[in-house]
């Protein structure tokens, strides 16, 4: 049995920069990070264990300390505003991926476009894009596409976590509806989420069998990359860390490919790496590995 690891993987450059500045020395006990700063566990557990704070948007009444931070995700003018004049001193961290996407958003509209964002209406980063736009819609699939009735002029951008094949299939079916006079489609999906779908593809090519996916169940990219896995007719598990993992998932598997999402720390991903394996040594003798080294944080952005 053998084991491959995707070549890109793990904790974008976004997401490490607003870690790393939650983590300095100089907010120890002195921060609050409104919204989820990463979809991790273990990195909000590491966060908590450093004395930062973590509230939702509705519950900036709650902030005790002085220094307050956006996150990756990035957030509306209106909240950062909401903040400055409630006396904190706001440190941003979104990422410039995100605020590329707010500028293209904002862009597409002043040239007279319906804004429309292929997403999760609920994800933050879409949140903060709404919060910006004085009309738009959020279309997660045809489903939404009622939304665009009595538009004729579409401009669209997406959650940067996307797929670009679910997206401009997306745009295709825009596209297609019969009242659309003219769609413009700006590409915002951020690179190292491509990296990260393209190093699938790579292991795929390599004819894993099986798939671990690492990364916080509640991290929309990690799911992405499973279900990548899944529409190429390979088996994929999402795990959050070694305890989600079972040793039957193996069993006739004679390949084994590993990934993490953009929020997956390297720790993690390494502790997830070395069971699998132990595991397979345990199977079939010495895994035979594969693959280069994943590519870090600092060298993917
Ligand atoms: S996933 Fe992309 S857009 Fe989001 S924080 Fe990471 S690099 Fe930035």
Known sequence: MKLSLATA???CFGVQDAIDLALSPEFKDRLTVVGQLVHNPQTVERLRANGV???????????????VMITAHGAADTTRLDLQQRGFTVYDATCPLVMRLHKLARYLERKGYFPVIVGQANHVEVQGVLGN?????????????????????????????NRLQKVEQVVAGIQALPWIEEVRFVDTICQPVK???????DLLQLGIDLGIVIG??????????????????????????IADIDEEWFCDKEHVGITAGTSTPQDVIEEVSEYVRQLIAKRSGPAKHTSHDPITPSASS
Do not use: Y
């Not at 401009?155 to 940067?160: F, H, K, L, Y």
């Not at 990296?195 to 593809?201: H, P």
């Open 133 to 161: 736009l004085s009309r738009s819609a959020v279309i997660a699939g045809p489903q939404d596409f009622h939304k665009l009735e009595g538009e004729t002029r579409i401009g669209v951008v997406s959650q940067t976590t």
């Open 216 to 241: 916080g169940k509640n991290s929309a990219n990690t799911r992405k990359l499973k279900e990548l896995m899944i529409d190429r007719g390979v088996e994929a598990h999402h795990v959050e860390s």
């Open 195 to 201: 990296d990260r779908q393209q190093a699938i593809g």
């Open 9 to 11: 993987m793990g904790t």
């Open 53 to 67: 704070a973590i509230v939702e948007r509705h519950e900036i009444d709650h902030i005790t300390t002085q220094a």
